[in-house]
């Protein structure tokens, strides 16, 4: 039996749906594998632009489990997508700031009567294990280098530093003052507008329609009758539309977009770095260093590559693995343009290895910084005593117990 091609598939006339819901990542998808891809999202977005077949885009908007830095992303396509003269509907049934945030961008935003659309503001929640930890007889100690750096505060104290107030603060009003402003100028309204309402309290989903914070409030149901009524369709069933996942399968090249000319190879590195693959790792679990100089020493040895896009979204890891993979991209920029583009967070490690290009791009909203390193280990001498446990090291050099002695400090 014979299938036609994803791309021969799409009728004309079909309407793209798209629901961004959880996690989104940084890297491609499969056929096969489930999850959102940011690459793949804002790719549909560019070839239903382009795409004669498309009358438009419908999005579901739930609750986001990314950062700022890719909200901001999909936000840019959905404005660039609204240039093309076709329309892009959303639905949000569910969702708060960073929700709206997207949603907003769209030309008419949905939502139904019962919906749960919560706009009062921004909060930053960390949480303290020390006083928990002292009670059962261990004893966290975390030594740093970086007045600012908090990674291991939540064993290490028992509340904020003020230099992790006055961090977490700033990002708070970075984000906060962003969002107040993208809202107020999508809206035409004044920047204390908004302020007042997010500050107003709970509200019913009534006063969103009232002071055009959303278009209607209408079932799933009655957009999709509305939607076949603006694409000629009142005479089908249902709306003839095309979802994510198969037009993720459509190819730029059928559309006329992109193909021909030199290539650049893009190496994605997302998650938390460690060296090497675990035994209990999975193929998709963060930045394996050994892994990744492998791709970069194969793009650096190739002639078809004639520049680099290094995609970074990674809070850091392991410092060791971080600096092996800062030297290959350095190696790397010899030979050919690097250009390092962040995502969500470029921290840390993930900061390091942007260092290695000759030039940084990022989102507005991208959390990133190189604040200083950590290292620890637990002390756990009361809790020997407590469960009359013995623990006996023979040792020969000085410093041998360094690492090993968990019943004594570091100094």
């Not at 986001?64 to 992303?73: T, Y």
């Not at 500050?199 to 006063?207: A, K």
């Not at 209408?218 to 694409?231: A, F, G, I, P, S």
Request: hydrophobic share 35%.
């Amino acid at each position: 039996m014979l299938v036609a091609p994803p791309w021969k598939r799409v009728r004309k006339g079909s309407v793209l749906t798209m629901t961004l819901r959880g996690e989104i990542s940084d890297q491609l998808k499969t056929r096969f594998s489930s999850g959102l891809s940011l690459p793949q999202i804002c790719e549909n977005f560019e070839k239903a632009a382009y795409d004669p077949r498309i009358s438009g885009i419908y999005l579901h908007i739930e609750p986001l489990s990314c950062g700022w830095g890719k909200a901001e992303e999909i936000r840019r396509h959905i404005v660039d997508f609204k240039k093309s003269g076709k329309f892009v509907v959303g639905y949000m049934p569910v969702g708060g700031e960073k929700e709206y945030y997207l949603a907003s961008a769209c030309a008419e935003l949905y939502a139904p009567p019962s919906a749960y659309v919560a706009l009062y503001g921004l909060t930053i929640q960390q949480t303290f294990l020390r006083g928990v930890l002292e009670k059962v007889g261990v004893q966290p100690e975390i030594q740093r280098i970086g007045r600012y750096k908090s990674a291991g505060d939540q064993l290490g104290r028992k509340s904020m530093s003020n230099e992790v107030k006055e961090m977490l603060g700033a990002l708070l009003d970075n984000i906060y003052g962003n969002w107040l402003d993208t809202v107020s100028s999508t809206h035409g309204k004044k920047k204390e507008e908004i302020e007042e309402f997010v500050n107003s309290g709970v509200y019913q989903v009534e006063r969103l329609k009232k002071e055009g914070w959303i278009t209607d409030l209408l079932y799933d149901d009655q957009v999709m009758t509305m939607l076949k009524e603006r694409v000629g369709q009142n005479d089908k069933k249902s709306l003839r539309m095309v979802d994510y996942s198969k037009y993720s399968r459509v190819r730029k090249s059928t559309l006329g977009i992109g193909g021909g000319g030199d290539l650049i190879a893009v190496i994605r590195a997302s998650g938390s770095i460690t060296r090497t693959r675990s035994g209990l790792s999975v193929s998709s679990s963060g930045i394996i260093a050994e892994q990744l100089i492998k791709k970069i020493r194969t793009v650096r040895e190739s002639e078809k590559y004639k520049a680099v896009i290094l995609r970074i979204d990674s809070p850091g890891g392991d410092a060791l693995a971080s600096d092996l993979m800062w030297r290959e991209i350095r190696l790397l920029a010899e030979s050919k343009p690097v250009v390092a583009s962040m995502s969500d967070v470029a921290a840390s490690g993930g900061y390091y290895m942007a260092m290695a290009a000759p030039v940084i791009v990022a989102e507005k909203l991208t959390l990133t910084g190189s604040i200083g390193v950590i290292t620890g280990k637990f002390i756990l001498q009361k809790l020997y005593e407590r469960i009359d446990f013995n623990k006996e090291i023979l040792s020969r050099g000085r410093y041998a117990e360094l690492n090993a002695a968990d019943q004594r400090p570091l100094r």
